[in-house]
């Protein structure tokens, strides 16, 4: 029994065999509860400087406009230069801007306008990082381990929401924001001695010139949008992360003016929906097919919707915190399961272009979805801009449905038309 348990542990964290990896995934793992403190702190505070829905919208834009302008050449520059470096020079630029936070809200200074700079300065750097971590995956396991190491790293990127929201509450209501900056700015120091410490290199390397790089940025959206299934997962994508995955914008609304609650309640609402999701994540660390792969997108997107359905118009903490971890669940077996079907499905030396792509859907539609969460929120209130939100993942399901009856019965038909065609040609001889 016992060694079947250690077989099974083997299997769900196999990734963690690479050295690489494991030191990767150990310093993002520590750095990523940095990160998720300094979110909940940046909400709250814009929150508290301006009592505004739309201003926190304004703040979701500013955040991740750069990734929608920067993000498809990020992923030219991914595939053209070493990625251990290129996310050496993103974390420490992260770093300086948690410092900068950190300063200007210690000194009293900070003005809503300062917020906002930051949030641009932060999205530039991420939209760089992404397109670089993500196809950064496949050089340290192979691609035998790759569907793996990107549920393992998205098990550590939920750990961190779990435990750093919740310790960001306490912090927020016990000595102010800047706790949370400054331990934020600390924390990457993790990341960059583990990036450090690596010992792949990559893949080769060399220079590009800008005609070049323009070059091989058209080739890489035709690459993408010319194969069927990686353009059909990259628009549903676009549509439901853009447009349906903007709940963290609001939360600090439902925390004040729907709840009234404190910032440690408005923390642990976070964390609700980091522990769906690292649930998710761990269920995702198992073996899948691409049929399974496709069932968990379809089942990601129902429980996502109907969770943050409920999460709307709910007026208890605790219904709240639980449909936070149903609809967290949901988000990242729909995310992971879309994630890996898209790098399995691209050839490597496409695959920084391609996860760009990736990147510029899941995060460069989000500036639009924020504005319109803020606007409407502003307008006719919260609950009425989430339950859009959920409709968006509704309507996302239905489509994946459709689509894989379709898929069904077209392979029905094949293996149908099979046997026939066999018989033929034994007839024929």
Not at 2 to 30: I, N
Not at 47 to 67: K, N
Not at 268 to 285: D, E, K, N, P, R
């Amino acid at each position: 029994m016992s060694s079947a348990l250690s077989e099974m542990l083997s299997d769900r964290f196999r990734a963690l065999r690479h050295r690489d990896f494991r030191l990767f995934w150990t310093g993002q793992l520590v750095s990523l509860m940095g990160t998720w403190m300094q979110t909940v702190a940046q909400g709250w505070l814009m929150h508290r400087l301006t009592d505004s829905a739309f201003m926190l919208g304004l703040l979701g834009f500013a955040q991740f406009v750069p990734v929608t302008v920067l993000s498809l050449f990020a992923g030219v520059l991914a595939d053209h230069v070493e990625k251990r470096k290129l996310i050496i020079v993103t974390q420490s630029v992260a770093m300086l801007q948690a410092v900068l936070m950190a300063l200007v809200v210690t000194l009293g200074i900070v003005q809503p306008w300062m917020v906002l700079a930051l949030a641009l300065l932060l999205g530039a750097v991420n939209a760089f990082d992404l397109p670089g971590r993500q196809s950064f995956f496949i050089e340290m396991v192979g691609r035998e381990d790759l569907s793996n190491a990107i549920a393992l790293n998205s098990a550590a990127f939920n750990m961190a929401r779990v435990l750093g929201p919740a310790v960001a509450g306490i912090l927020v209501g016990w000595v102010g924001e800047q706790a949370c900056f400054w331990v934020n700015a600390v924390s990457f120091v993790a990341v960059i001695v583990s990036l450090v410490r690596i010992r792949t290199r990559g893949l080769p390397t060399q220079s590009v010139t800008i005609p070049e790089a323009m070059g091989a940025l058209r080739t890489g959206i035709a690459h993408a949008w010319g194969s069927g299934p990686i353009r059909k997962l990259l628009v549903l994508l676009g549509i439901t992360a853009g447009f349906g995955f903007q709940y963290m914008v609001l939360l600090p609304v439902y925390a004040r003016d729907v709840l009234h609650v404190d910032a440690r309640a408005y923390g642990l609402m976070v964390s609700a929906f980091g522990l769906g999701s690292l649930i998710a994540a761990v269920g995702l660390t198992r073996r899948m097919d691409r049929w399974a792969l496709r069932r968990t997108l379809l089942l990601g997107l129902i429980a996502s919707g109907i969770g943050m359905g409920l999460f709307a118009w709910s007026r208890a903490l605790w219904l709240t915190l639980a449909m936070g971890l149903l609809a967290g669940f949901g988000l990242i077996l729909y995310l992971g399961a879309t994630n890996t079907l898209v790098q399995l499905t691209t050839e490597d030396r496409y695959r920084g272009r391609v996860m760009s792509f990736y990147t510029f859907m899941l995060v460069g539609t989000a500036p639009f979805g924020a504005l319109m969460c803020g606007a409407i929120a502003q307008r006719w209130g919260a609950p009425l801009a989430t339950s859009l939100c959920a409709l968006i993942l509704l309507g996302g399901a239905v489509s994946v449905a459709h689509r894989l009856r379709v898929v069904t019965a077209r392979e029905a038909a094949a293996a149908a038309a099979a046997p026939v065609a066999a018989d033929t040609e034994t007839a024929d001889h």
